[in-house]
């Protein structure tokens, strides 16, 4: 019995199952309205959408579950928030069929990206403290989440807080599990929750033979492509550096683009690292054990499973489900990533100021061209220290000053003065 204990505790640590599933909480409520949008902007019905989140859904396990594995290392993959907000707009009249060859096209662009490997010699020329401060900018919002919900909702938000923070002093290892725990007890009794509408029903999958239409393919594929590389995967990649997991990104990039052009005609339109919800999986929260913190992100591939399967159950929970609950689990989920981001940026001071800019940037939730704001906040930075060290040239040495000649010591009368190697003179100044 102890020993199947054991296993079961290796298996599942409950500090790893509750961080997978707050990653999958937060990820998904977060955007899946936006995805659901974007499928009727293509005219999908009510089985094409549940076909949607039924592809996400498996794409997601899969890598999740799979690259964790492999390289034991919390990979949390998640579909393209920014490629669905583009996707809602950019898909209004055309065909599904249309839409998928859009879907396929950018996952092969992914692909080649991770084959050809120029996205992790990219990477390897960000500056650490940039990546550090491009991170935290990403997850100010959701810190701050945590503090401006109170103003509405204290008795739901407070508690969560003050349950994380007694936790973090009794018992570290379950600290997002019982701010978890209690924040669902607050919203009960606070009457957040509206289930009146909940239904249960499973998901099947429906394809869709891809049609590849050069205007759709330039005006949707190539943008799709574009804004998950640099608002999501950038960032994704920051994320597994900034907590000191030195995995490589090109097989990442190709596993990602290669379960996405084969989920595509099923409804994937956009698998890529996860940066928000990963670094709840990269936590200490997560495991006081670095290397375990892995189970977390399997656990996160588990849950996205389930969402796939019972996709149109979860879209009428997140009706259901008070928003101001997943913001506050959001919140206390990463204080101690945005700490430790906050301090990783800040530590060198030849980098700090365009750390700041960086973090600032990335903060502001700036969009332009359709891109979001991580790729600018990075592009703002390197600007800002490329501009700062121009023309700079390495500390020069300060100049030495003569040395004055110090009087001989005084010696006893009538006793030699020992002999000096090599005849040099004792005063400094040379032979």
């Known amino acids: 019995m102890s020993s199947f204990t054991d296993r079961l505790r290796a298996a599942a640590p409950p500090s790893a199952v509750a961080a997978g599933l707050v990653a999958v909480t937060v990820g998904v409520t977060s955007s899946a309205a936006l995805v659901f949008t974007a499928a009727k902007a293509a005219g999908a019905g009510p089985a094409e959408i549940g076909s949607w989140m039924l592809a996400l859904g498996v794409g997601l396990a899969v890598t999740c579950v799979g690259l964790s594995l492999r390289y034991r290392t919390p990979v949390v993959t998640a579909w393209s928030t920014p490629g669905a907000a583009l996707l809602a707009t950019a898909l209004v009249g055309v065909p599904m069929a249309q839409a998928v060859g859009a879907f396929v096209l950018s996952a092969l662009l992914i692909l080649v990206t991770g084959v050809t490997g120029w996205f992790a010699h990219a990477m390897d020329r960000i500056p650490v403290p940039l990546a550090a401060a491009l991170l935290a900018g990403v997850l100010l919002r959701f810190g701050t989440g945590l503090f401006s919900t109170m103003h509405g909702h204290f008795a739901l938000a407070f508690p969560v807080f003050a349950l994380y923070l007694l936790a973090r002093r009794l018992a570290p290892r379950y600290a997002v599990l019982v701010a978890l725990a209690g924040g669902v007890l607050a919203s009960v009794l606070t009457g957040g929750w509206h289930l009146a509408e909940l239904r249960v029903s499973l998901a099947r999958p429906v394809f869709t033979a891809p049609e590849f239409d050069w205007r759709t393919l330039v005006g949707v594929g190539v943008p799709l492509f574009v804004v998950t590389m640099a608002s999501q995967n950038l960032p994704g990649a920051a994320v597994l550096r900034n907590s000191g997991y ?21 409804g994937a339109f956009g698998l890529n690292l996860a940066a ?56 206390v989920g990463l204080l101690a990533t945005i700490e430790n981001s906050l301090a990783t940026a800040l530590s060198e001071k030849a980098s700090r100021e365009a750390a700041v800019v960086t973090f600032l940037a990335t903060a502001s939730g700036v969009t332009l061209l359709g891109i979001g704001s991580a790729f600018w906040g990075l592009l703002a930075g390197v600007l800002t220290g490329v501009i700062a060290t121009a023309g700079r040239r390495g500390p ?13 010591p005084p010696r006893e009368p009538d ?11 004792r005063d400094g100044m040379g032979s």
């Open 246 to 266: 030195d995995v490589p990104v090109s097989p990442l990039m190709t596993w990602t683009g290669a379960v996405n052009a084969l989920l595509a005609p099923f």
């Open 276 to 331: 928000i919800t990963a670094a709840i999986c990269t936590g200490e929260e997560a495991h006081p054990d670095r290397d375990k913190r892995y189970a977390a992100a399997v656990w996160a591939g588990v849950f996205y499973l389930c969402v796939g399967v019972f996709g149109a159950t979860v879209a009428s929970l997140l009706t259901a489900m008070p928003q101001a609950l997943v913001l506050s689990l959001a919140g």
């Open 396 to 408: 020069k040495p300060a100049p030495r000053r003569p040395t004055q000649p110090r009087p001989a």
């Open 415 to 425: 006793t030699p003065a020992a002999p000096r190697p090599g005849g040099r003179r």
